[in-house]
């Protein structure tokens, strides 16, 4: 995968690494276990968030360099000092600045999938067999580039997470550039009407539902908009297999995982941009 290429993963470290806080040696005297390199770490937290494996398998596949213990403990660790939320701002706030963010067409749309484990944001899937699922709720530029997010359990309906997902692109400042908003047939509702005409957004193309004993074959009194954008965005998010079928119990560490996912996704974008117009490609 694309994104355990070197080129993309020294990149991204490179960002991780100055946002860490400096850890100081407070041992009396100074004979406790050498700490375990943040690099091991970020390069198991990687693995585990690309192929899907268990800590356990993570710890294998970097040869016992680090426990899955420490694998956790550190995740939780850069989790609390807000690493990956750092993280993810400064790749959108950079993409912004070198290619631009088209805010000209924004898809909202919702993604369900698998959960084993359960846990807080999670319910049972309609589309699998009432089985534990999760879903995301995505923003995406024209381009398909993320924009903003909410994740709850795969019992939610599209429309409950309009809002948070409203919410999150409100917070990077975002929101009042949308000029025309797609969505699909599941935001046709009076509630998602007033919360995107109190944003400010009053372009939107929402399919609408058809009326009751119109047969489903006849074509619907509006027609889907740009949405295939955020549709292939969700595609590229559920290739990494650790949102694919999530294994954790907390809404906190899911969310972890996505801001990661989108930073390899727009670290790969910019490494793109760059080798199109340099001069010796």
Not at 32 to 54: E, K, W, Y
Not at 143 to 161: K, Q, Y
Not at 195 to 216: F, H, M, S, W
Request: aromatic content about 6%; glycine content about 8%.
């Amino acid at each position: 995968m694309r994104a355990l290429a070197p080129e993309v993963t020294n990149a991204v470290w490179a960002a991780v690494e100055a946002l860490i806080p400096k850890r100081e040696d407070t041992h009396p005297l100074g004979c406790h276990n050498p700490r375990i390199s943040d690099r091991i770490c970020f390069r198991g937290i990687l693995v585990r968030l690309v192929t899907g494996c268990s800590w356990t398998t993570a710890e294998y596949l970097l040869d016992g360099a680090v426990s899955d213990t420490t694998l956790r403990a550190r995740r939780d660790e850069w989790i609390g000092a807000g690493v990956f939320d750092a993280l993810v701002s400064e790749a959108i706030v950079a993409y912004d600045r070198i290619i631009g963010l088209d805010l000209s067409e924004v898809s909202i749309d919702g993604s369900g999938h698998k959960a084993p484990c359960g846990g807080e944001g999670t319910g049972k899937n309609p589309c699998d067999r009432a089985k534990s699922g999760w879903k995301w709720s995505l923003a995406t530029d024209a381009n398909g580039i993320p924009l903003g997010w909410a994740t709850d359990g795969a019992n939610r309906h599209d429309s409950i997470l309009f809002e948070p997902t409203l919410d999150s692109m409100a917070d990077r400042g975002l929101l009042p550039d949308v000029e025309t908003l797609h969505l699909d047939r599941a935001y046709d509702s009076k509630a998602v009407r007033a919360l995107y005409e109190t944003a400010g957004i009053t372009d939107v193309i929402c399919a609408r539902k058809r009326p009751r004993g119109q047969a489903n074959h006849t074509k619907a009194p509006t027609p889907l908009g740009m949405r295939w954008t955020v549709e292939r965005t969700n595609s590229w998010l559920s290739n990494y297999g650790q949102l694919r079928r999530n294994t954790d119990r907390h809404t906190h560490h899911r969310l972890a995982q996505i801001c990661l996912a989108v930073v390899l996704i727009l670290t790969v974008k910019l490494i793109n941009w760059r080798n199109r117009w340099s001069p010796t490609n």
